[in-house]
């Protein structure tokens, strides 16, 4: 396994409040992603980063903020979460951008209700 | 439009047969293919990586690419009830980020 850990795994709140995900990586990759998966849609890039501090939009992120302070960790933010926003978010992760294939971690299961 | 399909299924197949399970894209200056396994509540894990057009084979494996048609295939031999999951493809050109199928669920039945 890629060394990549997605916590929460499982979490359930309330529409309004802030949620932030936090992917970590062990392998000291350049590139971090987040996606949303959800039916009839597959995998949704949310943000990316290409290094510390050095992030961009993905092709859904309304609604959504990140952060890289350190090359290991990439934080994903909803600032005031809607029920759209359930959904399996998955991290993933690669050395180098393109052609470079992506490591997916397990996923978080959140739930907006 | 996605630029790259897939049919969701779900494809159902008993022990042993062949699988084929396809992409379309539509982007011709594709240039990397990649195929994702997802197991239920799992995260996508990396089958196979193609550049260019031609067949790679990793075991029960087979990745094709026909970039005349745009075409992207995976076979899978010998199939067995742990091959059932989801399928994704993937295509990509350059320094950009790849685009990803909606996947397509397999079912193999003992």
């Known amino acids: 396994d890629a060394g990549i850990t997605q916590s929460p795994r499982h979490k359930v709140t309330e529409t309004g409040t802030p949620v932030t995900l936090r992917c970590h990586q062990t392998e000291n990759h350049r590139y971090m992603y987040w996606y949303r998966q959800d039916p009839g849609h597959g995998l949704r890039l949310i943000h990316y980063?290409?290094?510390?501090?050095?992030?961009d939009k993905g092709e859904v992120s309304d609604g959504y903020s990140v952060s890289r302070s350190k090359t290991e960790d990439f934080l994903l933010t909803l600032e005031s979460a809607t029920s759209s926003q359930t959904s399996v978010y998955f991290c993933a992760i690669s050395p180098e951008g393109g052609e470079q294939p992506q490591h997916f971690g397990d996923g978080t299961r959140l739930s907006i209700l | 439009q996605k630029e790259v399909e897939q049919d969701p299924g779900p494809l159902s197949v008993p022990e042993g047969a062949i699988v084929s399970l396809n992409c379309t894209y539509s982007n011709s200056a594709f240039q990397y293919f990649m195929w994702y396994r997802q197991y239920s509540r799992k995260g996508p894990e990396l089958l196979m990586y193609t550049y260019s057009s031609g067949n790679k084979e990793d075991g029960r494996f087979t990745a094709q690419v026909d970039k005349s048609s745009k075409y992207i295939s995976l076979f899978i031999r010998d199939s067995q009830p742990s091959d059932s999951a989801t399928y994704l493809c993937a295509a990509g050109r350059g320094s950009y980020i790849p685009t990803f199928g909606r996947g397509t669920s397999l079912i193999v039945h003992p």
């Open positions: 980063s290409y290094g510390v501090k050095d992030t």
